[in-house]
């Protein structure tokens, strides 16, 4: 479905959509801080923030910008996050909008706004304002690269994807660049994921659609368990595609909710697995729990232990590191009934370890890709979260992060 033409067409895939990334000298290294995302053509908007209470200034000036449901423009910096900045953090973010909209000639209030990097700071308005007048001039059909690149920050590279379904007989596409590495727990992360579309989708059908997708996709992966201040998820819908108003119920619905939540999966492992210094990619399946909300905590808890985590970075296939976090992860849970499985290998059962071919086990636990299975036989739910595991590097990146 991800085609790797479209993916470099990325944000500006979808008709009516341009993007830029240029260099404001916001970033240390000098390197692309700057994006800019445009529809010339209102789109309909949907967003989804942090849940942590301390929000960087961005995300109050979006979840209130949201509020019409309608806008042109994203603008986006990496290197400074410009949040715990008080007034002036958020008199600079509304500022971010009011420069984007004068170049662009549309509403404040019709540009979204997002920062990441070092918390504390304030925003060099200066170079904002020098950045914004850049990639305005630099718009294209052609910058989802430069704009997928001016947002990252630990990452170790830019995560785009695009892809094209028809819908009442119309081409209908999706884009999307994401950034994410470090600081990475639900609810979303460190994470700045910008979608467009040019789908014909009412803003109130738009935005119940990606507050469920999110559950179910970025609210499923965790690097550290630390909860950011900038968390935001936002998607642009033009209508440029010319289809017919999608209404929820029916069989176009279904295919847009089926595209964009395909999207947001594929962002969601790439964040995963691109974890600050990460080795392994971790797919967590738990099956038969009485909720999903069960099936969820226990993943997580898997998830963000230390212990396990440290384990797959030794290749050490150390079930009980697992089973304990099974234990203390607050659901319902019957040992005797519980099956542990490393990469489709049962090691734990009825309560006990369970003798496995050595090489088979070592085999999977050098893998790159690791899928831990884990079967609780109390009930039909299930869920699956993603992870990576701590390594070495991982302490060295945010010991040096600030300093």
């Given at each position: 479905m991800f085609s790797e033409k479209s993916a470099k067409a990325g944000i500006a895939f979808p008709k009516g959509f341009k993007a830029a990334g240029v260099k404001a000298g916001i970033k240390k290294s000098?390197?692309?801080d700057l994006a800019l995302i445009y529809t010339e053509k209102e789109a309909a908007v949907a967003g989804v923030f942090t849940k942590n209470a301390v929000a960087a200034a961005p995300v109050i000036v979006d979840r209130e910008h949201i509020?019409?449901?309608?806008?042109?423009?994203?603008v986006a910096n990496a290197g400074c996050a410009n949040a715990c900045t008080g007034e002036l953090g958020l008199k600079n973010a509304q500022e971010m909008a009011k420069l984007a909209a004068k170049e662009l000639g549309c509403d404040p209030y019709d540009v979204l706004v997002g920062s990441t990097g070092i918390i504390g700071v304030n925003l060099p308005m200066d170079k904002m304002a020098a950045g914004i007048k850049a990639a305005a001039a630099e718009l294209s059909t052609d910058g989802s690269v430069n704009a997928g690149n001016a947002i990252i920050t630990t990452d170790t590279y830019s995560k785009a994807c695009s892809c094209a379904v028809q819908i009442d007989g119309r081409e209908v596409r999706f884009g999307a660049i994401a950034k994410g590495s470090g600081m990475i727990q639900p609810n979303m992360a460190t994470m700045l994921c910008y979608i467009s579309t040019?789908?014909?989708i009412s803003a109130p059908l738009l935005q119940k659609t990606l507050s469920d997708i999110v559950e179910v996709t970025f609210n499923m992966i965790s690097v550290d368990g630390d909860m950011s201040t900038n968390d935001t998820v936002l998607v642009l819908a033009n209508g440029e595609a010319g289809n017919a108003e999608i209404k929820d119920g029916t069989e176009d619905y279904r295919v847009f909710y089926n595209s964009l939540k395909e999207i947001c999966q594929e962002l969601s492992k790439r964040i995963a697995a691109?974890?600050?210094?990460a080795t392994k990619f971790l797919t967590i399946n738990v099956h038969g729990t009485k909720t999903f909300d069960d099936a969820k905590a226990i993943g997580m808890s898997i998830?963000?232990?230390p212990l396990v985590k440290?384990?797959?970075?030794?290749?050490d296939p150390n079930?009980?590191?697992v089973i304990c976090a099974v234990g203390y992860a607050g659901v319902d849970m019957?040992?005797?009934k519980t099956i542990i499985k490393f990469g489709n290998i049962p090691v734990y059962a009825n309560g006990l370890g369970v003798a496995y071919d050595d090489e088979a086990l070592r085999q999977v636990m050098e893998n790159h890709d690791i899928v831990i299975d884990v079967e609780m036989g109390l009930g039909d739910a299930a869920a699956t979260v993603w992870s990576c595991d701590f390594s070495y590097e991982y302490v060295k990146i945010n010991g040096e992060y600030h300093t």
């Open positions: 000098g390197n692309l509020k019409n449901g309608k806008a042109h423009a994203i040019d789908a014909n691109d974890g600050e210094g998830a963000k232990s440290t384990a797959f970075f030794g290749e079930w009980g590191r019957d040992p005797d």
